[in-house]
């Protein structure tokens, strides 16, 4: 086994993923470590094993032949190189409740994640029991889930930005925010998930308008975590 273990500040991203590349290509079943946490190249093939330990990310591969790998200059490297983050809203409700704005400013937030390796998808659930049924294929996958409740913890923009982060990490690049219908989450999922439980606010909102607050702050956490002039 070959192993490789890199600071993130000696290598950009791009480097470090055409060393992971090198030692696969030569056949090498290798295991590539870096501490650039979420922010690391995924591998997605069926051949990576994504394993978390201690703040490290660690991907085993397993060798590839060269029909997996595409070819440009001579030079064997992947055919799609992914360094996506999935972050999946679960709520109940309808899309927009008849409503067009809803979905027009929710928009205007998933058009900015474009630019970034946040992509955010949304789940639409007809009740209750469909929410849950959902929610506990998520955590068989043993990805984070957060419940938005007026009684969760409030915090500020910048503990939701490195909390995100952390809970992608901790999730294998994967984490579902729920939000309940008009009645609220159903007190089964408090009780089985209730650990992880965030409030945007003490003030009541629709659920429809929650989803666009917290895709705003999505947005601003990775704004934050880029350090761009957006979160003042």
Request: charged share 20%; aromatic share 8%; with cysteine.
């Amino acid at each position: 086994m070959i192993a490789s273990k890199l600071q993130s500040t000696q290598l950009p991203f791009a480097c470090l993923a055409l060393l992971a590349m090198a030692l696969i290509s030569h056949g090498s079943s290798g295991m590539f470590i870096c501490r650039c946490s979420a922010l690391c190249p995924q591998y997605h093939s069926q051949r990576h094993r994504l394993l978390s330990s201690k703040g490290f990310l660690r991907y085993r591969s397993s060798p590839l032949n060269s029909s997996a790998l595409g070819r440009r200059n001579g030079v064997y490297g992947p055919k799609t190189l992914s360094m996506g983050l999935e972050v999946r809203i679960r709520i109940v409700g309808r899309r927009n409740g008849g409503e067009s704005w809803l979905e027009s400013s929710y928009s205007t937030y998933e058009t900015r994640l474009k630019s970034t390796n946040l992509k955010v998808t949304t789940q639409w659930h007809k009740n209750d029991d469909d929410l849950i049924k959902g929610i506990d294929g998520d955590v068989a996958k043993n990805h984070v889930v957060v419940l938005l409740d007026p009684c969760g913890k409030m915090c500020t923009s910048e503990k939701f930005s490195n909390d995100m982060y952390r809970w992608l990490e901790e999730g294998g690049s994967r984490l579902t925010f729920v939000i309940g219908g008009a009645e609220g989450l159903p007190e089964e999922l408090k009780t089985n998930y209730g650990s992880t439980m965030l409030s945007l606010s003490s003030l009541t909102f629709t659920h429809q308008f929650a989803r666009i607050l917290l895709m705003e702050q999505i947005y601003r956490a990775s704004e934050i975590k880029k350090g761009s002039g957006y979160h003042k």
